[in-house]
């Protein structure tokens, strides 16, 4: 593959490989394992449509039972900036009693984060443990703990391992960061 790619009006390069984040999924999926020792079964969140690849191989490298579940989060709208208002669609387990694990795709201001733990609030869940690919500390509006995040990074565009631009880009097996 070139070093440089194109994806509709942008162009990008390879910022970190498919073996990196082959590795750094795998010590996610151990430490997650560890955290959830001795729970019976989790309740797996996906957000939609990023974190989809992110999700099924962690899930690979995991060996708690678990349920899934997948909720479409969208705060995009085609662009390469948050719009800053969050949509949520697609809860369907019954989360009471219950150990969450919401799997994110990248956590730029924090606001779908902050989306998801205002819906699951008054479900009386019994924890509530984040896991995110991507996290790029200096945007964050709102305090999360990033206890088992993937990558930080600065303020740049990213795109690749399920990450879009205008719903391309998804199927690249690294993350590329934009160079325009």
């Known amino acids: 593959?070139?070093?440089?790619?194109?994806?509709?009006?942008?162009?990008?390069?390879?910022?970190?490989?498919?073996?990196?984040?082959?590795?750094r999924v795998s010590a996610i999926g151990k430490a997650l394992d560890?955290?959830?020792?001795?729970?019976?079964?989790?309740?797996?969140?996906?957000?939609?449509?990023?974190?989809?690849?992110?999700?099924?191989?962690?899930?690979?490298?995991m060996h708690t039972p678990m349920y899934i579940?997948?909720?479409?989060?969208?705060?995009?709208?085609?662009g390469v900036t948050s719009t800053g208002t969050?949509?949520?669609?697609?809860?369907?387990?019954?989360f009471e009693g219950k150990h969450i694990l919401i799997i994110e795709d990248i956590v730029d201001s924090g606001r779908t984060i902050y989306a998801l733990l205002d819906a699951l609030k008054d479900r009386n869940i019994a924890s509530c443990t984040i896991?995110?690919?991507?996290?790029?500390?200096?945007?964050?509006?709102i305090d999360?703990?990033?206890?088992?995040?993937?990558?930080?990074?600065?303020?740049?565009?990213i795109v690749g391992y399920g990450l879009d631009y205008k719903e391309m880009g998804r199927e690249l097996p690294g993350i590329w960061r934009c160079i325009d």
Do not use: N, W
């Not at 579940?69 to 085609?78: E, L, R």
């Not at 896991?131 to 509006?141: E, F, G, V, W």
């Not at 703990?145 to 990074?153: A, D, L, M």
């Open 1 to 23: 593959m070139s070093s440089i790619i194109r994806i509709q009006d942008l162009r990008f390069t390879e910022y970190v490989t498919p073996d990196a984040i082959a590795d």
């Open 34 to 61: 560890e955290r959830f020792k001795g729970v019976d079964s989790i309740i797996t969140i996906i957000t939609l449509k990023g974190a989809f690849m992110f999700a099924a191989d962690l899930i690979r490298t």
């Open 69 to 78: 579940d997948m909720v479409k989060a969208s705060s995009y709208k085609g």
């Open 86 to 94: 969050v949509t949520l669609s697609g809860f369907t387990e019954e």
């Open 131 to 141: 896991t995110a690919l991507c996290s790029k500390p200096s945007q964050h509006d």
């Open 144 to 157: 999360i703990s990033q206890e088992f995040v993937g990558f930080e990074f600065q303020p740049v565009f």
